[in-house]
């Protein structure tokens, strides 16, 4: 299991939010330039970025947010605002390694059959996509976590595999921001419902523990962020775990 830094980007700053309250957030006094070198520089080679002004429609930060990326030569798992198959071609075609997909594939009945057509005879492509499942007391939210889906969690998850979507980045948002542990039976739920998941787990890791024990479970990796910027896991200590882990991330 590889750990991927995470730095989530509201209003052109490095931030992070409890339980993905837009005004529950703590900003970090570092440039998102800054912090990408000090990943890179300790040795990283992928990120996960989140605009958190696209998840909920807001572009302002994107131009700006691109054009930094394309600077870095680390992989990047990169999701908020994406609503179209267009934008999803042209960030695999720029080089992003992975976008993630949230609120357009619940709110949008016919968004990830369209998807899964598009990129049909593409498999490196379909293996790029991330869809994203937020999750509070098992009910999946969307549109920057402030929108309700009816559809019950498994059956998402079902829906999608059908289609031919295999990696999900799952976040607890009872979890997320509080540094209080991760969602370990949340996980193993969608991992007894479906094994066959490339699962990334999100929210809540505080510590090296945390992370031990979710390697314990069939999970891919996980996204460590506020535990990075408040020191409680060094970016030496994610250099030195992921260089001991042998397994396709």
Known sequence: MYIIPAIDILD?????LREGDYNQKTEYNVSIEDMIE????????????????GAKGDF???????????????K???GGGIRT????????????HRVIVGTQAISNPDFLPQLSEAFAKKDDYANRIVIAIDV??????????????????MDYVDKCL????????????????KLGGAAVDLYKKLL??????????SGGVSSMDDIKELAELPIRSVVVGKAIYENRISIEEVKDWNLQQLSSI
């Open 12 to 16: 052109g700053k490095v931030v992070r």
């Open 38 to 53: 000090q990943y890179r520089s300790n040795g990283t080679d992928f990120i996960h970025i989140i605009d958190l002004n």
């Open 60 to 74: 302002s930060n994107q131009k700006a947010l691109f054009d930094i990326i394309k600077k870095t030569d680390m």
């Open 76 to 78: 990047v798992q990169y």
């Open 85 to 96: 198959i267009e934008q999803v071609t042209n960030l695999l075609d720029a080089g992003i």
């Open 136 to 153: 509070l007391d098992e009910v999946i939210k969307y549109s920057g976590w402030m929108e309700s889906s009816p559809i019950k969690l």
């Open 162 to 177: 059908a289609l031919g979507f295999f990696r999900f980045l799952c976040t607890d948002i009872n979890k997320d921001g």
């Open 192 to 201: 007894d419902h479906s094994p066959m998941i490339k699962l990334i787990a």
